[in-house]
Each structure stands twice: as structure tokens, then as C-alpha cells.
């Protein structure tokens, strides 16, 4: 999976044409609802409705999609297994099941499985949010919309470096993969441990050296610490921004019914 992609589906999708306002503060808007809710329910539409709207509208490849997915889901993978497993002095109802040693029950319960699949879907729900956003919209465009919400430029300058330096290391570990790899250093497991402690340790110089000539390029070039790119020419929809707004009421009223105890029990409250 190369990180290129997610730039060629960002300038080459659907809802390209969309003012990226509108898009930053659709998935920005979820993304804090998700964040501040326990109802599943309310995680399940929006991952639904995320991706449905990146491969069933946006023209994102569902199996590139579903290579972004296992990406955290290989980390969430663990915290799950954590929340699941539990260790009592006593055999308990809830336990699933156990594995008792000496006086000890190592087993799943039914609270930990609720609490880790509870997890999984929030964390993937916000993730799906993040990732309709960085599918759609360049970092360029979304850097002028935080410029406008008042974002410190420094931050925003600092904000596209890092975004560029992931690219270059991505790209440089690549490189040096596929080199590693037509040599036969992966042919065994000795070889792939020696040939990942070699990679892992050129990787940082070699990602030195393209980030000064990186450097270099923006400074001849006449950089004075602010990118500055041309904006293509948007209208905002009233329509679209209508619908924005109900689908964040929607999923208030969802959390509320739902008994998530987020964002809509606090509403109910006022």
C-alpha cells in the first residue's frame, strides 16, 4: 500500500468539488459526537455512513479502504484482547470462557467482551471520520480552512511539514524495502531480521538527507516559511450545510435514545 494513493484519491474523488468547509466540519463534527459517546449504535452509522459515502459515493477503492483499516486495527487488535480477558480468584457467571490455574481463572467475561467491541467500533467510527476526511480533501485546502478558524500559521506550517515528512518516510522505507527484497535479504528469518535491523537503522539518514534536500528545493525556491498555494474557486451549498446539521442532530438524539450518556443526555439535560 503506498501513501501516494491517499493523495491520488484526495485530488481525484467525488466530493472533490465540495467546499472543503463543509467536508472539515462534517467529519470534524462526527469525529467529536464519537468521541464523547457509549452508544454502539451511534458508532455503527457513522462507520457505515462514512464508508458508504468514501466507496459507495467517493470512488475509493474498497480494498485500499480496507488496507487503511487494518492499519489501526492491528493496534486495536490488542486492546481488545486486553479488555476481554480477566483474571478472578473465583469461578464468576460471567466468565465464558476460562482456564483455571491453581486457585486462579484466567477467561473472557461477558462485560470485557461488551467493553471491547464497544472499543473497536468507536475507534474505528473515529477513524473512518479521519480517514473520509484526508480521502476527500487535500492538506492544503484543509490547512486554509484552519487558517480561516483562527489556527496559528506556525502551527499550520508545521502542520504540513510533518504531513509531507510522513511521505518521505514512507516512500524512503519503501524504496529501501524493494531493495532489501530483490537481493533475497527476506528469503529467510535470519535474513529478514538482519535485513529489518539494517533497514530501521539507514531509514533515519536516509530520511535526513531527502528532508535537506527537501529543504533545499523550498529555499531556492524562494520560501519565507509560509506555503502558499492557489485555492480553487468554492460556493458554499445551503442544502449540503442543511444536511450536516441534521445528521449531527440525528446522532445527538441517537446517543440520547441510545443511552450512550455522551453529548445527547446532556441536551436532555438543558
Given at each position: 500500500?503506498?501513501m501516494?494513493?491517499?493523495?491520488?484519491y484526495?485530488?481525484?474523488?467525488?466530493?472533490?468539488?465540495?467546499?472543503?468547509?463543509?467536508?472539515?466540519?462534517?467529519a470534524?463534527?462526527?469525529?467529536?459526537?464519537?468521541l464523547?459517546?457509549?452508544?454502539?449504535?451511534?458508532?455503527?452509522?457513522?462507520?457505515?455512513?462514512?464508508?458508504?459515502?468514501?466507496?459507495?459515493?467517493?470512488?475509493?477503492?474498497?480494498?485500499?479502504?480496507?488496507?487503511?483499516?487494518?492499519?489501526?486495527?492491528?493496534?486495536?487488535?490488542?486492546?481488545?484482547?486486553?479488555?476481554a480477558?480477566a483474571?478472578?480468584?473465583e469461578?464468576?457467571?460471567?466468565?465464558?470462557?476460562?482456564?483455571?490455574?491453581?486457585?486462579?481463572?484466567?477467561?473472557?467475561?461477558?462485560?470485557?467482551?461488551?467493553?471491547?467491541?464497544?472499543?473497536?467500533?468507536?475507534?474505528l467510527?473515529?477513524?473512518?471520520?479521519?480517514?473520509?476526511l484526508?480521502?476527500?480533501?487535500p492538506?492544503?485546502e484543509i490547512?486554509?480552512?484552519?487558517?480561516?478558524?483562527?489556527?496559528?500559521?506556525?502551527?499550520?506550517?508545521?502542520?504540513?511539514l510533518?504531513?509531507r515528512f510522513t511521505?518521505?518516510?514512507w516512500?524512503?522505507?519503501?524504496?529501501?524495502?524493494?531493495s532489501?527484497?530483490?537481493?533475497?535479504?527476506?528469503?529467510?528469518?535470519?535474513?529478514?531480521?538482519?535485513?529489518?535491523?539494517?533497514?530501521?537503522?539507514?531509514?533515519?539518514?536516509?530520511?535526513?538527507?531527502?528532508?535537506q534536500?527537501?529543504?533545499?528545493?523550498?529555499?531556492?525556491r524562494?520560501?519565507?516559511?509560509?506555503?502558499?498555494?492557489?485555492e480553487p474557486?468554492?460556493?458554499?451549498?445551503?442544502?449540503?450545510?442543511?444536511?450536516?446539521?441534521?445528521?449531527?442532530?440525528?446522532?445527538?438524539?441517537?446517543?440520547w435514545?441510545?443511552?450512550g450518556?455522551?453529548?445527547?443526555?446532556?441536551?436532555?439535560?438543558?
Amino acid at each position: 500500500m503506498s501513501m501516494n494513493g491517499i493523495e491520488k484519491y484526495a485530488y481525484g474523488n467525488r466530493w472533490r468539488r465540495v467546499h472543503p468547509a463543509e467536508k472539515v466540519a462534517f467529519a470534524l463534527g462526527t469525529l467529536v459526537l464519537v468521541l464523547h459517546t457509549g452508544c454502539p449504535w451511534m458508532s455503527l452509522a457513522v462507520f457505515c455512513l462514512m464508508s458508504g459515502l468514501l466507496v459507495g459515493l467517493g470512488g475509493v477503492s474498497w480494498r485500499f479502504y480496507l488496507r487503511l483499516l487494518l492499519i489501526p486495527f492491528a493496534f486495536l487488535a490488542a486492546a481488545v484482547i486486553a479488555l476481554a480477558l480477566a483474571i478472578t480468584w473465583e469461578e464468576s457467571g460471567t466468565v465464558l470462557y476460562g482456564l483455571r490455574v491453581g486457585n486462579l481463572i484466567i477467561g473472557i467475561t461477558e462485560y470485557g467482551v461488551a467493553e471491547g467491541a464497544g472499543l473497536l467500533l468507536r475507534a474505528l467510527s473515529g477513524v473512518s471520520c479521519l480517514y473520509f476526511l484526508a480521502l476527500t480533501t487535500p492538506i492544503a485546502e484543509i490547512l486554509q480552512v484552519f487558517r480561516r478558524m483562527g489556527l496559528p500559521p506556525l502551527l499550520a506550517e508545521l502542520m504540513a511539514l510533518v504531513y509531507r515528512f510522513t511521505f518521505v518516510l514512507w516512500d524512503t522505507a519503501s524504496s529501501m524495502y524493494v531493495s532489501q527484497a530483490s537481493r533475497l535479504g527476506y528469503s529467510s528469518w535470519c535474513r529478514s531480521l538482519s535485513s529489518l535491523g539494517q533497514l530501521v537503522a539507514n531509514l533515519f539518514l536516509k530520511s535526513l538527507q531527502r528532508s535537506q534536500m527537501l529543504n533545499a528545493a523550498l529555499l531556492a525556491r524562494g520560501f519565507d516559511g509560509e506555503f502558499r498555494v492557489l485555492e480553487p474557486a468554492y460556493r458554499l451549498s445551503k442544502g449540503r450545510i442543511f444536511l450536516i446539521v441534521l445528521w449531527l442532530v440525528f446522532l445527538a438524539a441517537l446517543d440520547w435514545y441510545g443511552g450512550g450518556g455522551g453529548v445527547g443526555s446532556y441536551f436532555g439535560r438543558l
